[in-house]
């Protein structure tokens, strides 16, 4: 039984913690009910631990030289690992989890069970401030009952509290099919929440020597409607106000309730520093003064832009062209469409540190990022704030297809100012409408009906519309139902998988039933999609 949290049960626990979740990230990643192929949450875990263990490789052990204590060197190692290694939302939470405890320990000369609980407690802090619109019923909702199990505990015995904090969370994991109806259908847990009990499980066989009782394996059952989640604005706010902040980890907490209460889109993202850090505040207003004055009450604001969204560009502003684009995309014949872009190209599902990498490697003092994906954009926006602590200044357009990063890049104005070049990016993609056609991997229940393995699906927006057999007439299908809506150019990318002549053919259709819509088609050499749609 260990009194206190020494350095060498940190390095314990993550291996633990690392070891236990490869063991569960088959189950944990079942546990999504989306039927498509694609990053799943314990992977990405798994992929985040790993960075943090390598970050504690690479230390050796050495004394810390940042001032801290023994402990807090290595818990920051271990924070600052994930970090740079966060894959998905999953990855980006844990990573804020793991800095929140470092934030708070760090300077605490022998962490015992009421200081670990005090720590719990910030991580939980962290890991809600990581989230623009935080969902109970999540890995939040976990790592939120931990903390308040921890505190509750009431005790120096850190074996009793982290216990507490265990049990707490396993609880809370129980119960998350009843916050979130999407689990209750499908008969599952929150993935996220799940290797976060794992970890915490890990911690308490690290502290006290003894393995607690693990969770049972969520039961398999039937998928709820295959839908993805957008984090889009309300068009009631007229205004978006953007501004760094150097403030307090309090004044920041004032802040972001003062301003949720005013407009929506909030995000606000600090650099983890001690005291008074940099925080960059983003939200859609229609009170752009008190949204101001807001910031200027919880510390100093600078660098403030305002937009309003129904304004025309102003006249270009001739400037050097210091600016880059970094996009995410798989694919061969994608990679060298968004090259002959001029754009920097990083493979599907990367790490904060990966995008971070490609970022400094342009050169460029403003960069623009593509994530064509809602995980990726999470990975974007960390990968975007360490940046800005570089030097670099990042805008992350929210792509959720390759197709929308080409309108966004076909848009690109180097006279322009680069706040209203970004601006006009994000209406190009935001126009340009997407779809997907691949074949279901898994049984679910859809919102177009119930689909099996080899179905073909088309989703529309992240949204599954068409329950097909034959790959050809669903996709000319989708194309109809785009259509239906308007555009005036359709793009067309082929997958590594399409059979022959699948492109040629839907094109065909377009031009014989579309006459005046113009076509574009590309080989895009994308796996799982044989072909993504772009309607503009």
Same mark, same amino acid.
């Given at each position: ?120 407690? +910030? %991580? &939980?802090? /962290? #890991?809600?401030? =990581?989230? @623009?619109?935080?969902? $109970? ?6 790592? !939120? ?18 216990? +507490? %904090? &265990?049990? /707490? #969370?396993?609880? =809370?994991? @129980?119960?998350?099919? $009843? ?6 259908? !499908? ?40 839908? !993805? ?308």
């Amino acid at each position: 039984m260990l009194d206190t949290l020494d350095a060498a049960a940190v390095r314990r626990w993550c291996a633990s913690g690392l070891a236990v979740l490869q063991r569960h990230q088959g189950e944990i990643d079942d546990l999504n009910v989306f039927p498509v192929p694609d990053g799943d949450t314990g992977t990405n875990l798994v992929l985040t631990l790993t960075s943090a263990q390598q970050a504690l490789a690479i230390d050796l052990g050495t004394l810390p030289d940042d001032g801290h204590t023994p402990h807090g060197h290595t818990l920051r190692l271990m924070a600052r690992g994930a970090l740079l290694g966060a894959r998905g939302n999953s990855g980006v939470i844990l990573s804020q989890i793991l800095r929140g405890l470092a934030d708070t320990l760090a300077p605490v000369p022998a962490v015992r069970g009421r200081q670990f609980a005090v720590g719990l407690t +910030a %991580a &939980a802090t /962290a #890991a809600y401030a =990581a989230v @623009a619109q935080p969902v $109970e019923g999540t890995l939040l909702t976990v790592v !939120a009952a931990a903390a308040r199990a921890a505190e509750q505990a009431d005790s120096d015995d850190l074996g009793t509290v982290v216990r +507490a %904090a &265990a049990g /707490a #969370a396993a609880r =809370a994991l @129980a119960r998350t099919p $009843e916050q979130l109806p999407a689990l209750a259908r !499908a008969g599952v847990v929150d993935a996220g929440g799940r290797g976060l009990c794992l970890l915490l499980d890990a911690l308490v066989e690290v502290v006290t020597g003894q393995s607690p009782g693990q969770l049972p394996p969520a039961p398999r059952a039937v998928r709820p409607p295959a839908t !993805a989640v957008r984090e889009t604005g309300s068009p009631a706010y007229a205004y978006e106000v953007q501004y760094l902040l150097d403030a307090t980890d309090e004044a920041v907490a004032r802040l972001r309730a003062e301003l949720a209460a005013l407009g929506d889109s909030l995000v606000i993202v600090g650099d983890g520093g001690p005291g008074v850090g940099t925080w960059n505040v983003h939200v859609h207003v229609n009170d752009v003064g008190a949204a101001i004055e807001a910031g200027v009450v919880a510390g100093r604001p600078h660098r403030i832009t305002v937009t309003r969204f129904a304004d025309q560009a102003p006249p270009p502003i001739p400037l050097p062209d210091g600016r880059a684009a970094v996009v995410v995309a798989t694919g061969a014949g994608i990679a060298e469409l968004f090259a002959a872009e001029g754009a920097t190209v990083v493979p599907a599902n990367p790490s904060t540190g990966e995008l971070l990498d490609a970022i400094r490697a342009t050169g460029a003092p403003r960069v623009v990022v593509l994530p064509n994906d809602p995980d990726t954009q999470s990975v974007a926006n960390a990968a975007a704030q360490e940046a800005h602590r570089l030097g670099v200044k990042v805008s992350v357009v929210p792509t959720r297809s390759p197709v929308q990063a080409l309108a966004a890049l076909a848009v690109r104005d180097p006279s322009r100012r680069f706040e209203d070049d970004v601006i006009a990016m994000a209406e190009a993609a935001g126009a340009c409408r997407y779809a997907e056609v691949c074949h279901a991997g898994r049984e679910a229940l859809t919102v177009a009906g119930p689909c099996r393995p080899g179905d073909v699906l088309a989703l529309v927006e992240g949204e599954v519309h068409l329950i097909g057999a034959d790959l050809l007439d669903t996709c000319t299908a989708v194309v109809d139902r785009m259509l239906g809506g308007g555009g005036e150019l359709v793009t067309l990318l082929c997958g590594a998988d399409a059979p022959a002549g699948l492109v040629d053919r839907v094109r065909e259709h377009v031009e014989r039933s579309w006459p005046f819509v113009e076509v574009q088609s590309y080989e895009g050499g994308q796996p799982h999609y044989p072909l993504l749609v772009g309607v503009e």
